[in-house]
């Protein structure tokens, strides 16, 4: 495992400490008023506090959980179907192939982030899972593409036709022969769809088609923007919920980077 | 031809999948919001009007699913998406014509500069591989992770609150009148700097990145080798050579990606207030406006598949195996 992989897991090994105690560590409680009125950072408030005086390193803190359990939820969920339709379709081939693959390119192709607004804000009540799962929906067409590309790579190859020749069931060939090949493909895909289902998440929340009852970093930003922040130069509303989202991205990123650099050894570092 | 073919009738199907869905989306899902505004609207909307959201959105309960559903095609045919509530009382398709050219403009020309240009960067950085360029990728990783529309929040911040050098919003300056005049195409590209800069930031990192794996990858291949055996200078092999064979899954791949990137900008046109299809469908979402989001929807996927069909050209113009099959 070289640094970067290492950086990557690291940071994403403490974003999810916060996510599981961020509630109990919060100085403040997120939605409390008080009277410190867009205050910038300072020693009572680390990440300085909001129009009404909530204190925003409170709510980065807070708002984590929702973030990633989204991640979480949809990284399974897409996952999961993306095998389903990926390794169904590349390892049975023919009119079957030819329907799913179909299946995921239309996914592909039809522009997600309409789409998701659509469905969440005629939701009536949009709450995490909820919106994890929509999400989901939209985000397993890529893993199951290049899963299909892999499979249909596998399915000829020499122990492939052993077990076949053998006597094996079709299940038993894909769950206990095909997919431990695939497990660096899987890996990697799981880490994009989580990458994607995060960013989509903030991306509703700040448009404000998601409930703002619960916080997350994408609520952050929402009411940042709605008042405003911008112009009243209160740079410290928006940025620490925007570094958050970057750095978590970057350190996903990083992880898929190793899990290709693993699968694919022309792209390890050249030693000097 | 049998590929361009093949390809022309998946995006036909895929449309007739688009269109379906907006058809089913508001019958399958609880909550009446359209018979609400509809009643909020009372007396101000005719009877035509009414008629024809009734058909977009199924509220007729008389009619069986199937009789629905043709009515629907027959409404999209005759290009009538339903009145907008926002922009009472203009129609979806009026509201949808007029921001179209902005986001066409927008999106379009960023999106094949970010392309370009990754592509070149990415060609470089794996040629290059081992040299400072690998510094680039954690960089460009970086900024790939930032969110379209947090980028552009920054970007006013800096350079039209602190620095007050660009606009911070709106596609021209309030008080021209759109026409073809110096001043007024000024005031455009003026207005489109900061948009423009930011979609492309934030989707250049995608296209170097796959690039420069893809040119590691074919630099490794015999026929690099045997071009460099034959002395031919770095520049050919690189670009006549390595680059031509890379390009090709960037080029698949800038089709699939394309629906992300739209989405991407789509927010950044919102957090501009740019006149395009993003910032109606914000306004839209405010108001629940139902028939302005499906129209969006609907618009956007059309403009995707045209897109993807001209990638599919391209594709077919640099890799003659694509050709020969037919």
Redesign the interface.
């Known amino acids: 495992m070289n640094f970067k992989t290492k950086l990557g897991l690291g940071i994403l090994a403490f974003f999810t400490l916060i996510a599981v105690i961020g509630e109990w560590i919060a100085p403040y409680d997120p939605s409390a008023m008080s009277d410190d009125l867009l205050s910038p950072p300072s020693g009572s408030h680390w990440f300085g506090t909001t129009m009404t005086g909530q204190d925003i390193f409170s709510q980065v803190l807070v708002g984590t959980r929702g973030v990633m359990v989204v991640g979480l939820v949809c990284g399974v969920l897409a996952t999961f179907l993306s095998i389903l339709v990926g390794v169904t379709a590349g390892f049975l081939g023919g009119a079957a192939d030819e329907a799913l693959s179909m299946l995921s390119n239309v996914f592909l192709v039809i522009p997600a982030l309409p789409l998701i607004i659509i469905v969440a804000s005629m939701l009536p009540s949009a709450d995490t899972v909820l919106i994890a799962a929509v999400i989901s929906l939209t985000a397993w067409a890529w893993g199951a593409r290049i899963l299909r590309a892999q499979t249909m790579s596998l399915r000829r190859r020499d122990f492939v036709e052993a077990a076949r020749a053998s006597g094996e069931r079709t299940w038993r060939i894909i769950v206990f022969e095909v997919l431990p090949n695939l497990l660096a493909v899987i890996g990697s895909g799981f880490v994009g769809t989580v990458i994607f289902a995060v960013m989509l998440q903030i991306t509703l929340s700040f448009v404000g088609v998601i409930s703002l009852s619960t916080w997350n970093w994408g609520t952050i930003l929402f009411w940042a923007q709605s008042n405003q922040a911008l112009g009243l130069g209160a740079w410290w509303w928006f940025v620490p919920a925007g570094l958050c989202i970057a750095l978590l991205g970057t350190a996903l990123a990083l992880i898929n980077f190793g899990i290709d650099e693993y699968a694919n050894p022309r792209l390890r570092k050249v030693r000097a | 031809m049998t590929f361009l073919l093949r390809r022309a009738l998946?995006?036909l199907?895929?449309l007739w999948?688009?269109i379906t869905?907006n058809f089913l989306?508001?019958r399958l899902?609880?909550?009446d919001?359209v018979q609400a505004m509809i009643t909020k609207l009372g007396g101000r909307l005719n009877s035509d009007a009414m008629a024809s959201l009734y058909v977009l959105f199924g509220l007729d309960d008389n009619k069986s699913i199937w009789e629905q559903y043709v009515d629907y095609w027959g409404s999209l045919f005759r290009g009538d998406l339903g009145l907008s509530f926002t922009f009472f009382p203009t129609p979806v398709a009026d509201v949808l014509a007029q921001s179209m050219p902005w986001t066409l403009g927008l999106v379009g020309v960023t999106t094949v500069i970010a392309f370009l240009l990754g592509t070149l960067l990415g060609v470089y950085a794996g040629w290059k591989?081992?040299s400072w360029m690998?510094n680039l990728?954690?960089v460009t990783?970086?900024l790939?992770?930032?969110?379209y529309?947090?980028l552009g929040?920054?970007a006013?911040?800096l350079f039209s609150?602190?620095w007050p050098l660009f606009p911070?919003s709106g596609g021209y300056a309030p008080g021209l009148v759109p026409e073809f005049s110096g001043e007024f195409i000024g005031s455009v590209l003026e207005h489109a700097v900061l948009p423009g800069v930011t979609i492309v930031v934030s989707s250049v990192a995608g296209w170097i990145l796959g690039m420069r794996?893809m040119m590691?990858?074919v630099t490794?291949e015999d026929y690099v080798l045997v071009a460099r055996a034959k002395g031919l200078t770095q520049k050919r092999i690189m670009f006549a050579y390595a680059a031509r064979n890379a390009v090709l899954p960037s080029i698949s791949g800038f089709?699939?990606s394309?629906?992300?990137i739209?989405?991407?900008a789509?927010?950044v046109e919102?957090?501009f207030s740019y006149p395009g299809l993003g910032y109606v469908?914000?306004q839209g979402?405010?108001g629940?406006d139902?028939p302005l989001?499906?129209g969006?929807?609907l618009v956007?996927?059309l403009a995707?598949?045209v897109a993807?069909l001209l990638a599919d050209i391209g594709y077919l113009l640099l890799d003659p195996r694509t050709r020969k099959e037919g």
């Open positions: 998946f995006y199907v895929t999948a688009a869905v989306l508001p899902l609880p909550g919001p591989r081992g690998d990728i954690p990783t970086f790939s992770s930032i969110p529309f947090w929040l920054i006013i911040s609150v602190t911070a794996n590691v990858t490794a089709a699939l394309l629906g992300f739209v989405g991407g789509l927010l919102m957090v469908l914000f979402i405010g629940k139902y989001m499906q969006v929807f956007i996927t995707v598949l993807n």
